[in-house]
């Protein structure tokens, strides 16, 4: 295994220590000190380093073995390993360091620097280097790049050679290099920018025998992989080729490695079918071809492959039938995902699969409209995930003792059960029930339960007891059911909770003054919510999409609206964007939340008094919607900065005064309404404010200019009534939707890519999730994260 190779050498390592520290101890050595030069030459490397959490403040002290990530040989007094990984370290990584004599292990990986410096007599070393293992991954800078890995050559000794994250696009020898170092075991090149596999030019001289891993994953090789190459790497046992742009159809040689363990080639562009012979690998264990262009037929050899583990061949264009002789060998079986596929399962209704899993996923598969009966034989489930997979009908017992099982996550999104699942308790973190049909009150969920979408069904009720100590939960999605009560009450004690959707209920109270800090995003659309909106709602700095429409809400807006900080800044971190639709009256209109696009609404309630004009500096807010209120005020010349509006509707409340020529500013304003107010004045000329049609501006008797007609003589408004009705305002809530909306928006609701790996605050967040699926770890292509942190 990837984790037990390096594992090992640690291991080894600290044997070796071991036994030094003993003879040390044996013959009452005093206290090592550090040796002179060594010591120079990690204080010139510590010199180009920005240490803002002075985590290696320590280094000036006179003995440089006491030094954090410092560890010296007891008995020479040399460095020998430099452990600083994940220590915030920025600015400058300077490989002087590698001038240390004795140093066998560096590793900095997971930090923030943001320049890579090589002295040039790095290629003059002179010392034979002992250096075995090498880890500079996952840096942060945007600007991490070597032109060349020249330097590596004196380095024969690495074993582990780990540049993941640093810009090698410059070296298209980078295989040649890497051939050069005769113990390499593990090679982890993931986003390198690589794009070269010397395809054109002879690789048959290439030494890469010694090779055990290999990650090229998230590189851009745009091209097919040459089809001798594995012929080369014979000790290949753990292969990762995720999303790196590779062509062509699966090579020949590749079937020929059998000792391989792990393949991962998913997330490219192969084409063509699985050849039969795939079942020649014997040991392979963990199997992920998923997202590609494959089709034909899945061979039956597949079968033969009893060592696998993991199995992920979704979203290819098979057109195959898949019947329980597929999987009759398959007892080791943990993990299936056969997701997007249009393959036809032909498993017998009394069907007991030789496997019990813990991942399972066919969603966007054919399985309904019975829930498949053999999935009710599997014990282990962690997760499940069945969406949109026309599911109608469930065995009311069988299906209840699944899903109260499993622990980690549960997707039945987008099906039409109809059950009544209030009597059921839900153990798992992660909660999707949404579109479907589920009726009666909400099931009991776990005190753990992090993440609920229970949106699109026809639950109704209260809120139960026990969903009002879930002091995990972050995201509470509850859209469009028939829930009532004073939900708010109980949801104010969630100190974690980032999203809160609760629109299309029938919820009442009001919005109590103490809330989680971290709400991201608040929605109450179309609720029975009254009473003032309080003013600690506007202190919440991470809100960014606020939703208060159609609700009976009154009183003023407070000043304090301009400590949303989030609709002020340009940067803001979210977990993930949601995107749903919505049916109002026959018409489909797409919701959207994501933070690009921050939104205040506040449209139709009873909101009364001066709109401060604190509102009008909130210069990121891209939609903003008062209309249908009794609201007071002018707008500001301040309008002007607010550049990102795309959406702006005032309509149907009592502004007054001249619109400012500043508005016509706002270049990418596609929806503008400020019908029904008292303006008055001429509407500037010369902008894109005449490329409204009239409506934009009718109802306002005293305003002036195109395209307004008629302007000159004083418009009687004898109907001093807000010309409000239902149909409208849901009109213009449609069309001020689909404005601004980004083309190829297409991040699915709980879709995890790839990609995710590389951004350190959502790698966290993902192994958070994805803790305690074992081996799903295993599949996804970084194995190297966590090699000596887990098993
Ligand atoms: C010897 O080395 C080990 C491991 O590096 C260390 O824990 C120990 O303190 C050292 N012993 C002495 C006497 O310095
Ligand atoms: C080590 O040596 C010093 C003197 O050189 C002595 O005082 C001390 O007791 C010795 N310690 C041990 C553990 O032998
Ligand atoms: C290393 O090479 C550089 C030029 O490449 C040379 O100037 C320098 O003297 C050499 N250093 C040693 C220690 O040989
Ligand atoms: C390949 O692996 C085997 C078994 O671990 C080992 O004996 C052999 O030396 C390796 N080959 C190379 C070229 O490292
Ligand atoms: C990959 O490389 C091709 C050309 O070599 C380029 O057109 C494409 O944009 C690159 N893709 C990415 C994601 O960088
Ligand atoms: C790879 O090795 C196999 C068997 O060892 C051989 O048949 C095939 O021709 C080789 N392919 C290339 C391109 O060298
Ligand atoms: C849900 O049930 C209602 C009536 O009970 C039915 O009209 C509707 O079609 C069902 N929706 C789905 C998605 O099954
Ligand atoms: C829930 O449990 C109660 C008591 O055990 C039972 O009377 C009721 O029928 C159950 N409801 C459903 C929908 O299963
Ligand atoms: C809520 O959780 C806290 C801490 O876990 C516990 O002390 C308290 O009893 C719980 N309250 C309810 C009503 O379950
Ligand atoms: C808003 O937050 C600030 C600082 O966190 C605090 O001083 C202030 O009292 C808060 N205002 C309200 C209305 O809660
Ligand atoms: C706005 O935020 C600032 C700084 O956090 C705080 O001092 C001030 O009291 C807040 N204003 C209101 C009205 O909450
Ligand atoms: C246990 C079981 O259902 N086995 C069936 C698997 O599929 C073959 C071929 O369709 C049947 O003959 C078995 O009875």
Request: charged share 15%; glycine share 6%.
């Amino acid at each position: 295994m990837t984790i037990l190779t390096s594992q090992m050498t640690l291991f080894l390592f600290m044997l070796l220590s071991i036994t030094t520290f003993h003879k040390t101890m044996c013959s009452n050595h005093t206290v090592v000190q550090c040796n002179e030069k060594d010591r120079e030459i990690l204080l010139n490397f510590k010199q180009g380093i920005h240490d803002t959490f002075g985590r290696i403040s320590i280094w000036s002290e006179k003995d440089c073995c006491a030094w954090e990530g410092v560890h010296c040989d007891n008995t020479t007094e040399r460095v020998t390993k430099l452990d600083l990984h994940l220590k915030d370290l920025k600015g400058e990584m300077s490989l002087c360091i590698l001038e240390l004599e004795f140093l066998s292990y560096l590793d900095l990986s997971m930090n923030h620097f943001d320049v890579i410096s090589i002295p040039v007599t790095q290629h003059n070393i002179t010392h034979s280097s002992s250096l075995f293992y090498l880890d500079l991954s996952f840096n942060e800078g945007p600007n991490l790049h070597m032109d060349n890995l020249d330097w590596l050559s004196p380095h024969s000794s690495l074993k582990y050679l780990i540049l993941s994250g640093i810009d090698l696009h410059k070296e298209s020898n980078w295989l040649q290099v890497v051939s050069t170092l005769p113990s390499l075991l593990e090679l982890q090149l993931t986003d390198c920018k690589l794009n070269n596999f010397m395809f054109n030019s002879s690789f048959e001289y290439l030494n890469l025998s010694s090779i055990v891993i290999l990650n090229l994953s998230l590189n851009n090789f745009t091209s097919h992989l040459p089809n001798g190459f594995f012929n080369l790497t014979k000790n290949l046992t753990y292969l990762y080729l995720h999303e790196s742009n590779i062509h062509g159809e699966i090579p020949s040689s590749l079937l020929n490695l059998q000792i391989l363990r792990h393949l991962d080639l998913s997330k490219n562009n192969l084409q063509g079918s699985i050849p039969d012979r795939i079942g020649q690998l014997p040991n392979i264990q963990h199997l992920d071809l998923s997202m590609n262009m494959l089709s034909g037929f899945i061979p039956s050899t597949l079968g033969n492959l009893s060592s696998l583990i993991s199995l992920s061949i979704g979203s290819n264009n098979f057109s195959a039938e898949i019947s329980n002789l597929t999987f009759s060998k398959h007892s080791s079986l943990v993990s299936l995902d056969m997701s997007n596929s249009n393959v036809a399962f032909q498993f017998d209704l009394d069907w007991v699969p030789p496997f019990q899993l813990s991942h399972l996923s066919l969603s966007n598969t054919n399985q309904g409209p019975n829930f498949p009966s053999w999935i009710y034989t599997q014990k282990s489930l962690q997760d499940l995930d069945l969406s949109s997979s026309g599911i109608s009908f469930v065995d009311r017992n069988k299906f209840s003792s699944l899903v109260e099982r499993i622990p980690n996550e549960l997707i039945l999104t987008n099906n039409s059960i109809a059950e009544d699942i209030s009597n059921l308790t839900l153990n798992c973190l992660f909660l999707r029930l949404d579109h479907n049909n589920f009726t009666g009150g909400l099931p009991n969920i776990s005190p753990m339960t992090t993440h609920v979408d229970v949106s699109f069904n026809s639950f109704s009720g209260e809120i139960p007891h026990s969903w009002k100590n879930l002091t995990d939960l972050q995201y509470i999605i509850l859209c469009r059911n028939r829930l009532s009560g004073e939900v708010l009450v109980h949801l104010a004690n969630l100190k974690d909770l980032r999203y809160m959707f609760l629109g299309e209920n029938e919820f009442y109270g009001t919005i109590p003054t103490m809330m989680s800090q971290y709400l991201q995003v608040v929605i109450l659309r179309s609720n029975q919510f009254e009473g003032n909106i309080p003013p600690q709602l506007f202190n919440l700095t991470s809100l960014f999409h606020l939703d208060l429409a159609h609700n009976k809400f009154s009183g003023s807006l407070p000043n304090s609206v301009y400590n949303l900080t989030q609709m002020n800044t340009n940067h803001v971190y979210v977990w993930r964007p949601v995107t749903f639709n919505l049916f109002t009256k026959g018409q489909e209109y797409v919701y959207q939340v994501r933070p690009e696009r921050r939104t205040i609404d506040l449209s139709a309630n009873s909101l009364s008094g001066e709109v401060p004009l604190e509102l009008f500096r909130l210069v990121q807010v891209q939609t903003l919607n008062l209309s249908h209120n009794n609201l007071i005020g002018t707008i500001p010349k301040d309008i002007g900065r607010m550049k990102n509006m795309e959406s702006l509707d005032l309509s149907s409340n009592k502004f007054y005064g001249e619109i400012p020529q500043s508005m016509s500013l706002l270049t990418f304003l596609g929806y503008l309404n400020l019908s029904y107010n008292n303006f008055d004045g001429k509407i500037p000329t010369g902008t894109q404010l005449q490329s409204f049609n009239e409506s934009s501006y009718i109802g306002n008797p005293k305003l002036c200019g195109a395209p307004v007609t008629n302007c000159t003589t004083e418009e009687e408004n004898p109907n001093t009534e807000k010309p409000f009705t239902q149909i409208e305002d849901e009109d213009s809530i449609r069309e001020s939707m689909y404005l601004g909306m980004g083309i190829g928006f297409a991040v699915g609701f709980w879709g995890i890519s790839g990609s995710l790996f590389l951004i350190r605050k959502w790698r966290h967040a993902y192994f958070r999730f994805i803790d305690g699926v074992g081996d799903k770890l295993y599949v996804t292509l970084i194995p190297k994260l966590n090699n000596f942190g887990k098993n």
